[in-house]
């Protein structure tokens, strides 16, 4: 009796009660390619990039015209209609009071202090947005510009300011952009003095966590997807969409937590946590209504206001 042939495993087709499908029959046994060792010698060392420069990689200076042009060249953003607003209500700074801008960026909100006759500091580790900063007070006139000044530094090494030296100091959505926030609120406590205040603005770390949560609809209702937030990660982020896919900032995503322990640590004493949502209002359409709701559900931004104890 002749012996049946078999079909090679790929053309096997099922025969029983399961129709034949079109990915049917045993997959293709895969031949890995071999394990390919780099010689040692080849291998990056540990710790071949110096610290200066990994702190150097969260710089703003690529996206430094952007970011500038979009705090100065564009009226109602963020910025200026919800967070300035309530930095000067919570520090409530008179003339002459002495206020560390650290993480400065383009100076938009060392500006805002200057020209209500505090003294500001700003420091920040774009040499771009320092330039930028400087120009911005420049062009406030002389008695504006001469209550500022700037450094470019990292914020974590500000040796260069006294020890109990300001009488406030802002970290405006800037933390979760450092790598070393630990060491840079510790560096903000060093330099206040015994009563002054801390500020720190973030984007709400429960609610905006970057690539891990987004909008919703389920046809009727709008909701807040937030699929991971207790464990930290590194995001990187297309600064300015549909523009320069290249141009790209970091940000490190940590929880509510962290951040109170980084106060702890400082021996900071928390005294205000905000919540602050936006003013904006979505033009007739069929989900206006839900986004308005929402806008007042979740906010955008947290505010913390600590204290180092007297
Ligand atoms: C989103 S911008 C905010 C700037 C400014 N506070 C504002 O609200 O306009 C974040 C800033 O953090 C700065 N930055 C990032 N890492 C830093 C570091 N290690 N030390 C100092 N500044 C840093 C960036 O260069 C950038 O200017």
Known sequence: MPLKRRLPTSRRVSSGHRPAMPWAGAPRRRVLPKRIVLPKKILPPKQAVPAHQRAAATSWGPVADWYRDLLYGQDETFQQTVIQPNLRRILGLRPGAKLLDLACGPGFFSRSFARLGVDVTGVDIAPELVAAAEEALRREGTDVAERARFHVAEADRISFLPESSVDAAIIVLALQNIQRAKETV?????????????????????????KGSSWGWDGTNMFRRVDRYLSEWTARLQAHPGSDPLAVTVSFHRPLQYYFMCLAKAGLLVAGLEEWI?????????????????????????????VKPA
């Open 186 to 210: 510790a560096a903000a406590a060093r330099v206040l003095k015994p009563g002054g205040r801390l500020v720190v603005v973030l984007n709400h770390p429960c609610f905006r966590v970057p």
């Open 278 to 306: 936006s003013d904006r209002q979505s033009g007739p359409g069929t989900r206006a209504a839900e986004e308005n709701r929402t806008r007042k559900e979740f906010p955008l931004f947290l505010c913390l206001t600590a």
